[in-house]
């Protein structure tokens, strides 16, 4: 059994398959009716209308329509498009066990339905009424069914008996004439839309058809033969067959005849009742589940038990099967399976040359392609008949057919082929025959078990692996074992080709390794999940792991050179073996379950097809996909391979051909124009397109100025002078400001109506007659600042005098006037502020003059030069005026494409001029930079260059240019040069965050957030607040302000601290404020501090050096260790000051104040601070009467080295006098939760000890501990702004 798709709910009543649709309906239980997507695992829909169990259940063969049968005695018709129920039949009056369609229901709208009312009912559903009821058992009705075929319908009944009956009369009477129907039958109209008789009689009729049924339809046969209830019966598809399940356990086949029926055998092997049974759709078989928690599956000729499968603890209830895919489900107390009962994949392999060796039934065929005629792919030569093996060798078992087949590739002189099955665990036969007559002498009968399939290693030999020791078996073809190998991983579940002698490839868990047998070694290793298959290409060079859901291409080493998924199952594939046109071994199509794809070695992918139903490919030549369809029928359908081809053309610089493929293929859409903007190329996407919108922003993507001014008059054509074709021109003028073409800025702005703009830029430009016109037309305009602005930018003070005057300002007209020396215009001004009963008296002394703060003169600086558009950078540009050569050496056959419509957006002609001459130019360069790293000084065999000396002018005279047709003159590519702006650098901020993951520099870039999360990912830091100071010094010291000239702003110069030899360009870093210098420095100050008892600056200076650490870059190993070290030591200082804090508050506790001094002493200080620990502690424990812990700390004390200098005398006698005494007494007063000899860490939080196995949490930063897990995600107490219980990577301490 292969579950395809399993699902939990409740108990599952009813099932039905959709006829089109990967779809399945499942009524509950519950009164749940789900629509489920069984290929992806998701409920589609929902429907909850019944009141109580559904127990029936299906769809309609063409219209979007479910119909369901419940408890509540309703028979109810969905509408799953519009997600709610149509109508309701009322007329059962008990439970309804099943619903069903007619199988024609185009012609027929019945539905037929079983109750526990004893009755079966036929309905249309297109006027809602009842056709007719069936009377007859006198047991609940388990089940009805039609026959797919004919005017019949069976039922199975717990009166221990199965119907058959008769529809022809109904049939006749529904499709009769005027005359055909019986008068009166309630709710029928004849095919003139003439009713019946009366309202009356017509409601008598439907009372007698209520009680007593109707004639229309007959039984036919009475089937008896069970001892208990039947529980359901089924037709067979096609033959007269009967198939029926009972509570005697028991699944019985009945055979029909035009005049009986009667029983041919019964099929025994439940051990409980018989819930449900059907015939298979494709092949002799009955599928039965039961109560008993198995399904069954019996063979119909042999009538024997071919396989049983078991659920533990769910009873099966129902059975549903596809009508045209080998697809069954069953529903049990706790969901439903989707299943199949065996793999569908032909067991095929190529075979050299235009051969393909392929199993079909209990035959292996060769089909040679070369001799194919017509429309078939070839002919098929029969080579063998395999042997049935294994238990099931009476009877063509499920999963007993081959698996695997492998043909030897590397013995010229016969065909070898190993077939593999999965019988008994696993098995091969090795078949020989002669290559000349294929169909004479044939050898087979050399068999042995495998997991797995076989593969040749050489001329003579094959390798299996061992199903029990997993081991390689090699044998020769005499099926001789002649060498054992050990595998090299303990888990290899199967062998694959290899691709050479000698080798093979090894599947372990989502692992695929490459082993060479006779050397024992590992070549090559890559990750691959679920590996279904092994294709090689035809050269060898390359190799697709086909995966369940993905697919990774390889080169003859294993090594990966793309990998691919995709969210459907992956069925098939091969390598493109065209002879021309440069895609053999290069182009890799495979299949899913309704597509052909494509992959290319690069790693882009695409959608070639679409498929009815699932084939495996096995050979692909040109736009020519050859195939098996699960029937193991060769077909070969057609593809088109163009879109993959212009890839493949691309990727590998073929240009000529991708020129000829741009003129004469049928290649457009967004996906084509997307792609070539992805990979770099928007200049040949320019020329995919006609759209102007489209076509301007993939012109101003390359820097186009000329084409993209062509689009943009199209659009304004189009669009008229309204806000959209605004923003175009603004976009343009954007675009040729950054390339500095000012002219054509100048004519955007003017398109624009930007008067603002386009005023400063003639003052940048220093064109003072233009910006005079500027000021006539803001006169013009009646614009007050637009005329203060140009009569500032042109430095008309008189003008500016004007504009304040008319605008009643008088005041600041007066002022200004007088400081610009125009006494006449002032005299007046004051004439007419006076008369306005104003005063100009202390108006100057509101703007001092001469001093810093005053007034000045406003005067724009003079233009030096008035030159054209500015300097860019003169490259190499391109040539490809010969497109038929195209790429030296190779050979593309040039093929015709089919006519192009016009509305394709397809070009179907000739490169324009404006492409050959400025846009071939964008476009090669780029190509070339793509792989050389933007060296332009090398033109990589593409021609010279014709340097231009300038661009064209355009002026005014091309804001009045036409537009032109961008499609026209295509036939000559000039070899013209031309000018591109060179790539623009990248800031140094830039490069600081993209060259580094240490948070230093992405703080020294700018990055905050980015450095925040760097620590919060490595270190698990939360509390930034601790952080903030040295973040910012960070940011703050990585730059330089420099003072610039007058009237400018500073310049900010980036400090780096890898420039020594040179600039880094962009592998630049930045400088760090902090360095291990002063974090030395720190330590040292901390050390001073805790030596002079100042515990709280000593806490301070540590604790300032642990915040400083993360932000710290090292330069080498050695300076990474030594900052670790001191991280440590500022954590064991820390820790030890807490310490003597807590002694201090706990002065009047004896044992909590000697347990804390002796806690102190295993803090890792340094020796001379640890004298002064071990002198404190044994103080403490000894005036406490502690004497076992006193002696302790006066033996390590006298151990310490400095211990025996001058100075430390009086201390030395002191602890031998202490430890004189507690050896004495030898005895404790108090219990003390301290052990000398045992090692543990201390509690960073509660100060108790943790010893070796105790349960405790880490800070992933400074490394504090904390006893039991209460401490887990709160802040550290130490470090103060990290995690505890995090595990992260750790300190980072370079870049």
């Not at 069984?38 to 329509?65: C, K």
């Not at 490839?505 to 060479?516: G, K, M, S, T």
């Not at 899913?592 to 009815?612: A, E, M, N, Q």
């Not at 301070?1100 to 090292?1114: D, E, K, R």
Request: glycine letters at 10%; a neutral charge.
């Amino acid at each position: 059994m292969l579950t395809k798709f399993e699902s939990k709910s409740a108990r599952v009543k009813g099932l039905a398959f959709h006829p089109v649709r990967p779809w399945i309906c499942a009524s509950l239980h519950n009164g749940v009716i789900q629509l489920w997507d069984y290929r992806v695992g998701t409920v589609i829909d929902r429907f909850e209308e019944h009141d109580g169990p559904v127990r029936g259940v299906d769809f309609h063969l063409h219209e979007p329509l479910i119909v369901t049968g419940g408890d509540d005695y309703k028979i109810k018709v969905w509408d799953y498009k519009l997600r709610r129920c149509l109508f309701t039949l009322l007329g059962h009056l008990d439970y309804i066990r099943t619903v069903q369609f007619h199988p024609n229901a185009t012609q027929f709208p019945w539905i037929l339905s079983a109750s526990d009312d004893q009755t079966l009912r036929l309905w249309d559903f297109h006027k809602r009424s009842c056709l007719s009821v069936l009377t007859g058992h006198n047991h609940y009705v388990m089940c009805a069914a039609f026959h797919p075929s004919e005017d019949l319908i069976v039922s199975a009944s717990l009166d221990q008996t199965v119907r058959v009956w008769d529809t022809t009369g109904l049939r006749k009477k529904q499709l009769g004439g005027p005359g055909g129907a019986e008068p009166g039958f309630p709710g029928m109209t004849d095919s003139n839309g003439r009713g019946g008789t009366s309202a009356a009689a017509a409601t008598a009729l439907n009372v007698q058809a209520e009680l007593f049924g109707t004639n229309d339809v007959v039984v036919k046969y009475v089937l008896e033969g069970h001892d208990r209830g039947v529980n359901w019966a089924a037709f067979h598809p096609t033959l007269p067959l009967l198939a029926s399940a009972a509570d005697d356990r028991q699944v019985k086949l009945w055979r029909m005849s035009e005049t009986k029926a009667w029983e041919v055998d019964t099929l025994r092997g439940h051990a409980n009742n018989v819930s449900c049974c059907l015939f298979h759709p494709k092949q002799e078989l009955v599928v039965s589940n039961s109560e008993d928690r198995s399904i069954r599956v019996w063979d119909v000729s042999k009538r024997v038990g071919v396989q049983t499968f078991r659920r533990e603890g769910d009873r099966f209830w129902i059975l549903a099967a596809h009508r045209s895919q080998n697809l069954l489900a069953a529903g049990h107390d706790s969901g439903m399976i989707v299943f199949k009962l065996e793999r569908e994949r032909p067991a095929s392999a190529n075979g050299p040359g235009d051969k393909l060796y392929y199993v079909r039934g209990r035959e292996l065929f060769c089909h040679d392609y070369a001799r194919a005629s017509g429309g078939s792919s070839g002919v098929d030569v029969p080579i063998a008949s395999l042997r049935r093996v294994g238990q099931q060798a009476q009877t063509d078992g499920i999963g007993s057919g081959p698996r695997f087949l492998s043909y030897n590739m590397q013995n010229p002189t016969e065909g070898n082929i190993l077939v593999c099955s999965e019988v008994d665990g696993g098995c091969y036969e090795l078949i020989t025959f002669s290559l000349t007559n294929a169909g004479g002498s044939v050898t087979d009968g050399k068999r042995g078990s495998c997991l797995g399939p076989g593969v040749f290693l050489g001329r003579n030999r094959f390798a299996v692996l061992d199903r029990h020791k997993r081991e390689i078996v090699v044998k020769n073809l005499n099926n001789e074992t002649t060498k054992r190998v050990q595998a090299p991983l303990p888990n290899v579940d199967c062998l694959y080709d290899g691709g050479a002698s000698g080798r093979i490839i090894l599947r372990a868990d989502d692992r695929a390794v490459l082993f060479e047998v006779q050397s024992r070694r590992v070549i090559g290793e890559l990750t691959a999940p679920k590996i279904k298959n092994v294709v090689w290409s035809p050269d060898g060079t390359k190799v697709a792991l086909l995966c369940k859901y993905g697919v990774v291409i390889a080169n003859r080493q294993l090594e990966q050179l793309c990998s691919i998924s995709d969210t459907v199952r992956i069925k098939s594939g091969a390598w493109d073996v065209s002879p021309t046109g440069g895609t053999s071994s290069n182009l890799f199509i495979y299949t899913t379950l309704h597509h052909v794809k494509y992959c290319l070695p690069t790693g882009d992918t695409g959608t070639i097809r679409t498929l009815d139903n699932p084939i495996y490919a096995t050979r692909v030549v040109k736009d020519q996909l050859f195939c098996l369809d699960r029937e193991a029928r060769s077909r070969v359908i057609s593809i088109d391979t163009t879109e993959a081809r212009f890839k493949l053309a691309l990727a590998n610089k073929k240009y000529g051909q991708v020129m000829h493929m741009v003129k004469h293929s049928r290649l457009c859409g967004r996906a084509i124009v997307a792609y070539l903007q992805s990979k770099g190329f928007p200049e040949v996407a320019l020329h995919f397109v006609r759209d102007p919108q489209t076509r301007f922003r993939l012109a101003l993507a390359c820097g186009n100025i000329e084409a993209a001014m062509e689009s943009a008059f199209s659009l304004e054509q189009q669009q008229g002078s309204d806000g959209k074709s605004r923003d175009v021109w603004g976009e343009l003028g954007s675009e040729a400001l950054r390339q500095g073409n000012h002219q054509v800025v100048e004519m955007s702005y003017q398109r624009k109506k930007d008067f603002d703009r386009l005023s400063f830029l003639y003052m940048l430009t220093g064109d003072s007659e233009k910006l005079r016109k500027m000021l006539k037309i803001s006169n013009m305009r009646n614009d007050i600042m637009g005329r203060y602005h140009n009569g500032l930018l042109l430095g008309d003070a008189a003008e500016r005098v004007a504009v304040l005057e008319a605008s009643g300002n008088l005041p600041l007209a007066y002022i200004s006037a007088n400081l610009h020396g125009l006494e006449d215009v002032a005299e007046r001004i004051k004439v007419a502020i006076e008369t306005q009963e104003g005063s100009v008296e202390g108006l100057m002394d509101k703007v001092p003059v001469g001093t810093k703060k005053g007034g000045r003169l406003l005067q724009p600086p003079t233009p030096i030069v008035r030159a054209g558009n500015w300097p860019t950078l003169e490259i190499k540009k391109t040539t490809l005026e010969d497109l038929s050569a195209g790429d030296a050496g190779d050979e593309y056959e040039e093929e015709e494409a089919a006519p192009v419509s016009a509305d394709t957006g397809a070009v179907d002609t000739a490169w324009d001029d404006d492409f050959a001459g400025d846009d071939a130019g964008v476009g090669a360069s780029a190509l070339g930079a793509a792989d050389d790293d933007f060296d332009m000084g090398d033109d990589m065999g593409w021609g010279d260059d014709d340097g231009l000396d300038d661009l064209a002018d355009f002026g005014e005279d091309a804001a009045k240019a036409a537009p032109v047709d961008e499609m026209a003159g295509l036939d000559v590519i000039s070899d013209d040069a031309g000018f591109q702006m060179p790539p623009s650098g990248r800031p140094p901020a830039g490069c600081w965050a993209a060259n580094s993951s240490h948070a230093a520099d992405h703080m020294a870039a700018g990055g905050a957030s980015s450095a925040m999360q760097l620590l919060h990912r490595q270190i698990a830091a939360s509390d930034f607040s601790t952080l903030k100071g040295s973040m910012l010094g960070c940011y703050l010291g990585s730059t330089v302000s420099l003072p610039g000239v007058p009237g400018s702003g500073s310049i900010i110069v980036p400090l780096m601290r890898n420039d020594a030899s040179g600039h880094p360009g962009n592998e630049s870093l930045p400088r760090t404020s902090s360095t291990m210098r002063s974090l030395v420095a720190g330590v040292r100050q901390g050390y001073r501090f805790f030596q002079t008892g100042k515990f709280n600056d000593a806490k301070n200076s540590f604790a300032g050096v642990m915040s400083q650490i993360p932000l710290t870059v090292t330069d080498s190993r050695s300076e990474a260790n030594e900052m670790k070290e001191m991280l440590e030591i500022c954590r064991e200082y820390i820790t030890a000051i807490r310490i003597k804090g807590a002694m201090a508050e706990a002065g009047a506790d004896p044992v909590r104040s000697t347990e804390l001094s002796a806690y102190f002493t295993h803090c890792n200080l340094q020796p001379v601070h640890l004298l002064l620990a071990l002198r404190s502690a044994m103080g403490t424990s000894f005036k406490h009467k502690n004497f076992i812990a006193a002696a302790s700390f006066a033996r390590r004390l006298l151990e310490l080295p400095d211990m025996k200098s001058e100075r430390n005398a009086d201390l030395r006698m002191k602890a031998g006098k202490v430890l004189q005494k507690s050896e004495q007494m030898a005895r404790n007063e108090h219990t003390l939760n301290y052990k000398e000899d045992a090692a543990f860490t201390i509690d960073c939080k509660d100060f108790v000890p943790i010893y070796t196995g105790e349960e405790c949490v880490k800070c992933s930063y400074c490394g504090s501990t904390y006893k039991g897990s209460s401490m887990k995600g709160q802040v550290c107490v130490t470090d103060g702004f990290c995690t505890i219980g995090v595990q992260t990577i750790g300190l980072v301490t370079g870049k």
